[in-house]
């Protein structure tokens, strides 16, 4: 028999999953009509969230014809599409060339490294 106090954290940790989930799913909606919000990131986060929480609303993201075959090609291949290497890319430079013009001193290089770290590891990533 499961202690009161493994039921309360168990409990908790499914709700905070939970939470995850949801915000991450409202999070990509919005990327949807901000163009420099990533949404797919969000959607293959909410899927691991729902995965340990609510696996019935895992299973509606992965039935999704618009993400559920991003978050399957991500889960069994590491894979993103060359429209969202594109998108992802272009996106990164977009955030280096404004921070280059717009903020000051040595905050102006941050985005640039951001973009140059994450570009490069998206650029690696298996085509789908």
């Known amino acids: 028999m ?3 106090h493994a039921y309360c954290n168990s409990f908790a940790v499914r709700h905070l999953y939970l939470f ?3 915000a991450s799913v409202v999070i990509g909606a919005i990327g949807i009509f901000l163009p420099l919000l990533p949404t797919v990131p969000f959607m293959l986060l909410a899927a691991f969230f729902f995965a340990r929480s609510n ?3 895992e299973a509606k993201l992965l039935a999704d014809p ?3 075959p991003h978050i399957r ?3 069994e291949h ?3 599409s060359k429209r969202g290497k594109i998108m992802g ?3 990164l430079c977009i955030s280096a060339a404004g921070g280059l013009f717009l903020l000051h001193d040595h905050w102006r290089y941050i985005p640039l490294g951001v ?3 994450c570009g490069s590891w998206i650029a690696t990533r298996p085509s789908k």
Do not use: E, Y
């Open 2 to 4: 499961r202690s009161h």
């Open 20 to 22: 995850g989930g949801i």
């Open 55 to 57: 696996p019935a609303w």
């Open 66 to 68: 618009r993400f559920g």
């Open 73 to 75: 090609a991500w889960r």
């Open 78 to 80: 590491g894979a993103i």
């Open 89 to 91: 890319i272009g996106s």
């Open 115 to 117: 973009a140059i770290i």
